[in-house]
């Protein structure tokens, strides 16, 4: 293969438009063209031909227009759109913008290749262009996202030098751009091709490096026996090292943090690898607010190496950049006899003493309540102090107090509120830490609510607007607008409001917004002056007209010299898992439950302005949701869904001239779980009468409650009869137990005499069975008058058969004359194989992960997994050890791990399970997390199952969301969740089924992928305290078809059911 052009592929214009040569296409006639309007019948007709080249499907039976092509474009701004051509027909695509999540970085967007065209240079060709337009903007570094599974392309990334971001689901940045234009780099690449002479690992996934501790990248070049090795920290995102054939120079902060108010240290090393002596200088950059030493000069020897530490300290409120950012470094160039190498060192700056609330901060007005401030040391030593505590307004108690923190030690402090005046106030409480060489300070809002009151205020950068039933805080940088229901539910993760068109990417998401508080709203007023549209300022405003309900106010003012025609697009971004829509369509009230990739899509399938009768909109779940109205004729709105910004909206455009301020129409938010609340709403904005609802009625004076909520019988078990009285008159009677067949429960009556409110009866009692079925107990209570009857769900799970365990050390299989099921240590803890009657229901890659769908590395089978913030986490990093394992009657096997190199914080102990019984059909999976820590850890885990029959991923999936769904093969990917947590998995003439179970809470995902069938997905959010334990269970039953529907009483397993079981 030819050698790609250096220092980057070059754009040359010829004959209009610009067009560039992939010489790796072996001399064809493919080039790349500046996509323009008119090719937008070029781009919907690859868009249509590359369906099959993505997981989830482009076209979903539903080929796109160019007119749809022509408005995605115009909506989104791009530093370039490159159009790849095989003579008259379109075979790639890629767009460049500015990304929006990191102000130094370009984005490549929709890089596309026509299936039937990949593998012959193309999508090279396109990445080279987008690289080479990276550079002459001048950004030192551009990103993208894939998925883990996308394994052609990945190796293709990897050798245009893209790295794999450690715990990242598939982002990748590449810094090229930073390196093919850094001085001390030039000499190596005016005689040397970059692409040829970078050496990968193609075998590695994430990129995973560090240098003395700091996490890094690693980009190596060799051409000859000339060599280039670049480091990139990853936190500062610049060069901390470099080594060529004459010298090694390297820059680093240790741990990468520097404690505030407290002097830190600086290193370099610098290695001389040339024949001579070198002078050696290093100068510390003048920066704001960081004030390095300046180390002497001195002379190397050759082949001497040096490391020289200086000092370094932060001014007194020097400000971090955003968390997704560039962190702040110490920036130096090592002067060598005339040769200068820039390094950065980056670091994060930390209190001595990280303070900050427990839980919420509101107090009742008047009244009291205790409030918890956690403290962290975070100065790397053990520290004594005195906390001292002030506010104004209200009263606390304690105001001094002396503590002693051990390195990395936590400590809460209870602080007593009492506030005696009826009003809505925040109160800023001073918390200061002083110690022999520490200090630390900072200001926390005690929020001071009387019933029905809301108040504004500030809280650091962002601003608050906070009410008895929600709190809603705009940030400061990008004006992201979140919105929490009571208790801390976050319902709108994220309120976008942007100019345009072109909407996308927007410079409101990178710069600060300013603004002022209004007390007489309360109200949030935050303004924005645009870059690109000089002299424009954007305004929101967020007033608090109710406990839940908010108005929003946009408006645009124009301050410069010309007209602007300006529209403005609100997303918002849902945060509830699960949601359901809740739509008022002109034949009434429709509701649909979001599933990625299949409703709503990406392209408009769902056309709000046609189908809505009434002016609103509802998104919720069982834990809580939000609503939207407004005014104007549904007809009249460009009003959008997709699976994550829900719902989007494009006002219509106005004519801003000088000097002019316009105002769009307003809006409601509410915050609630029912839509009906929304309705009323919008009822009385508009002037009419809502219809009447039904009432809910209760049934029914008597309660029963059971424990375990589901009897295992395995083969027996002790439960627990309780029956409540909800009047006051007394109830008297008898109760007796209705067995099913096969089922002996002892006793099977006792009497019942003079229940009464708040005096309830309790019973203990016995069952025993045989032969696997899922079936229910009735307790009946035969009063004077009626019968009432309540059914206990239980499950029999023994059948013919002997448990056995045997194999090597690290791979166990258990059988129970049923089915038999393995399990590995050195296979992220999965459950390999589970055959019954000489089939295989598991796909799984042991021994050696692989690549599955979307998923690399892929571990398969049944697989536990458990994350604190990236999706899918690093479990199966850990080394896991195997025994066997039990609980209660059921025996299997046990594997567990101390936490040391996962996602989860160190040390946090992970046990996993699998467990069965005896010719019984059913294998449980158990996720055990102990936290051994001294802070609270919140995630999610639960277990993946991936399903199939003999290695064939050929299931379909049956189960309820809203209404009974059957998932067969189509040419996109689906993911929905699953009513009742349960689902039927089975192969088309498979002999058995599969019903997979998530024990509540826990909720169970169905995804189907394309070409690969349907899987499950268990998983459940965990808020972990130190010392605490969480115990996550999910079931398979392996059954004849007929019967798999009945285990969906599994759903009540817990762990207190198998505790319950008897042996006899």
């Known amino acids: 293969m030819d050698a790609t052009p250096r220092p980057a592929v070059r754009v040359s214009h010829v004959r ?636 219509p455009r106005l004519d801003v001239r000088p000097g002019e301020r316009r105002e769009f129409e307003s809006m409601w938010l509410l915050v609630t779980r029912d839509w009906r609340d929304v309705r009323d709403v919008w009822s009385e904005a508009i002037g009419r009468k809502p219809g009447a609802e039904p009432e809910t009625v209760r049934a029914g004076a008597l309660g029963l409650e059971a424990g375990p909520g589901l009897v295992l019988a395995s083969p027996g078990a002790s439960a627990k009869a309780v029956l409540s009285n909800l009047r006051m008159r007394p109830a008297h009677g008898t109760v007796r137990l209705d067995s099913p067949p096969g089922v002996h429960a002892a006793p099977r009556q006792w009497s019942v005499r003079g229940l009464r409110l708040g005096n309830d009866c309790s019973r203990s009692f016995h069952v025993r069975a045989k032969g696997p079925q899922a079936t229910s107990l009735a307790v009946v209570f035969d009063e004077m008058r009626s019968t009432h009857r309540f059914e206990v769900p239980m499950v029999v799970s023994d059948g013919p058969g002997q448990i056995r365990i045997s194999g090597p050390r690290q791979q166990r299989a258990v059988a129970n004359g049923l089915l038999t099921a393995i399990a590995s240590a050195t296979h992220g803890a999965a459950l390999t194989s589970i055959r019954v009657l000489g089939h295989e229901y598991l796909i799984s890659s042991y021994p050696k992960p692989g690549s599955f769908g979307w998923f690399r590395p892929f571990y398969g089978g049944v697989a536990p997994f458990a994350y604190a913030e990236d999706w899918p986490g690093s479990l199966y990093k850990e080394r896991f050890r195997i025994a066997e394992g039990s609980r209660g009657t059921w025996r299997g096997h046990r594997l567990w791990t101390r936490t040391s190199m996962g996602d989860l914080p160190k040390g946090t102990d992970v046990d996993v399970e699998y467990l069965t019984r005896p010719g019984s059909p059913i294998l449980v999976a158990a996720l055990t997390l102990r936290n051994r820590g001294r802070t609270r850890i919140e995630g999610t885990a639960g277990f993946w199952a991936f399903l199939g029959l003999d290695g064939r991923p050929s299931f379909e999936v049956e189960f309820e969301r809203l209404r009974p769904r059957h998932w067969k093969p189509v040419p996109w990917t689906g993911w929905s969740s699953a009513d009742h947590g349960f689902a039927i998995f089975r192969a088309p003439k498979a002999p058995r089924s599969v019903a997979v179970s998530a024990a509540s809470p826990a909720e169970l995902e169905v995804f189907e992928l394309r070409g690969a069938g349907a899987h499950g997905y268990v998983a459940e959010e965990f808020k972990l305290e130190p010392r605490k334990v969480k115990t996550i269970l999910a079931t398979l039953v392996i059954v004849p078809p007929a019967n798999a529907s009945a285990y969906k009483v599994l759903r009540g397993l817990t762990p207190v059911s198998f505790e319950a079981t008897r042996s006899r």
């Open 16 to 651: 209009r438009p610009y067009v560039l040569i992939d010489r790796a296409n072996r001399g064809g006639s493919m080039r790349i063209i500046e996509w323009r309007p008119r090719h937008a019948k070029l781009l919907a007709a690859l868009w249509n031909a590359s369906d099959a080249g993505w997981p989830g499907g482009l076209v979903h039976l539903r080929p796109k227009t160019a007119a749809e092509a022509l408005d995605w474009e115009r909506r989104t701004d791009s530093l370039g759109r490159f159009l790849a051509m095989e003579g008259r027909r379109p075979v790639g695509y890629a767009r460049l913008f500015e990304w929006w999540g990191s102000p130094d970085a370009t984005y490549v967007q929709w890089l596309n290749v026509d299936p039937r065209y990949q593998g012959r240079g193309v999508g090279k060709a396109l990445l080279l262009a987008a690289m080479e337009r990276t550079i002459a903007r001048g950004f030192p570094r551009v990103d993208l996202h894939t998925w883990p599974g996308n394994e052609k392309a990945m190796r293709l990334y990897k050798r245009t030098g893209y790295m794999w971001v450690p715990g990242s689901h598939a982002y990748l940045q590449n810094y090229l751009p930073l390196l093919l234009t850094y001085e001390p780099a030039r000499g190596f690449f005016s005689k040397h091709d970059w692409y040829a002479s970078l050496r990968r690992d193609l075998k590695r996934d994430h990129d995973e490096d560090s240098l003395h501790g700091i996490d890094a990248f690693v980009y190596r070049f060799r051409a000859g026996r000339d060599r280039l090795e670049v480091v990139i920290d990853r936190g500062a995102r610049g060069v901390m090292a470099f080594e060529d054939r004459a010298v090694r120079v390297e820059a680093w902060v240790p741990e990468g943090r520097i404690i505030e108010g407290c002097p830190a240290e600086v290193h370099w090393v610098v290695w001389n690898r040339g024949r001579g002596s070198i002078r050696v200088r290093i100068e510390p950059a003048r920066q704001r607010g960081i004030r390095a030493e300046r180390p002497r000069p001195f002379v190397l020897s050759p082949g001497r190496k040096r490391e020289i530490v200086g000092t370094v300290q932060l001014a007194r409120g020097f400000e971090d950049t955003p968390s997704e950012w560039a962190s702040p470094a110490v920036e130096s160039g090592i002067h060598l006899d005339g040769r200068i190498i820039r390094l950065r060192a980056g670091f994060r700056p930390r209190p001595a003493v990280a303070i900050e609330w427990e839980e919420a901060s509101s107090v009742p007005a008047p009244g009291s309540k205790d409030l918890a401030i956690r403290l962290r040391n975070q100065s790397g030593r053990a520290i004594r102090g005195i906390v001292t505590l002030a506010a104004r307004g209200v009263g606390i108690k304690p105001t001094r107090v002396r503590v002693r923190l051990g390195k990395g030690g936590v400590r809460r402090l209870f602080l007593h509120v009492q506030d005696s005046r009826p009003e809505a106030k925040s109160v800023p409480l001073r918390v200061r830490v002083a110690g022999r060489g520490v200090h630390a300070e900072k200001e926390l809002t005690i929020v001071c609510l009387p019933p029905a009151g809301a108040v504004a205020y500030r809280q650091e950068k962002d601003a608050c607007l906070h009410t008895g039933a929600m709190r809603l805080v705009s940030a400061g940088i990008g004006g992201r607008t979140s919105v929490e229901a009571a208790g801390g539910l976050e319902v709108l993760r994220g309120i976008h409001i942007a100019p345009g068109p072109p909407y996308w990417p927007s410079d409101t998401e990178r710069h600060r917004w300013e603004g002022e508080l209004d007390p007489a709203g309360p109200a949030i007023v935050r303004r924005f002056a645009s870059r690109r549209r000089p002299g424009l300022q954007l305004e929101q405003r967020w007033r608090a007209a109710s406990d839940r309900l908010l108005e929003l106010q946009c408006a645009v003012e124009n301050h410069g010299k010309e007209t602007w025609t300006v529209g403005l697009t609100l997303e918002f971004e849902k945060a509830l898992d699960h949601a359901v829509v809740t739509i008022p369509t002109r034949r009434g009230p429709a509701r649909e439950a979001i599933m990625e990739t299949e409703w709503p899509d990406v392209r408009q399938d769902v056309p709000l302005p046609r189908l809505l009768g009434e002016s609103w909109i509802h998104v919720g779940n069982k834990s809580g949701g939000y609503g939207l109205v407004w005014r104007r004729r549904p007809s009249r709105l460009d009003l959008r869904l997709s699976p994550w910004a829900t719902p989007e909206w494009f006002t």
